[in-house]
């Protein structure tokens, strides 16, 4: 059974930096692209970033360009999203995701930029 479980949100600082990761079972980990996605209230989920099954694949929302860093470690089954500069609009659950015959979601990480 597909489960991915994601981990270290938190309250930060606007300017400040987040790790998420998203700790992935029950799938061939390393032969699928992974995903980053964030939901506001009030607005639809959108994608953050993705990442293909050898790294070498990475895209970005151009809100997240040049400040949110995707990587995967295949061996630990593992995706994160490296958040730098962190703004206030950038708050959000964020949730792992991927496509194994269907979507599949994590239960998400709260983030939330404040001061």
């Known amino acids: 059974q597909v489960q991915l479980v994601e981990s270290g949100g938190g309250l930060v600082l606007p300017g400040g930096s987040l790790r998420l990761s998203c700790t992935a079972s029950g799938f061939t980990f390393s032969a699928y692209y992974m995903k980053w996605y964030r939901q506001a209230p009030g607005k639809e989920r959108e994608l953050v970033a993705g990442?293909?099954?050898?790294?070498?694949?990475?895209n970005y929302a151009d809100s997240v360009k040049g400040r949110f860093t995707i990587s995967r470690d295949n061996t630990k089954n593992t995706v994160s999203l490296q958040m730098n500069s962190l703004k206030p609009e950038d708050t959000a659950m964020y949730y792992c995701?991927?496509?194994?015959?269907?979507?599949?979601w994590g239960q998400g990480t709260q983030v939330t930029v404040s001061s």
């Open positions: 995701n991927t496509w194994v015959g269907r979507h599949y």
């Open positions: 990442i293909g099954s050898a790294s070498g694949n990475r």
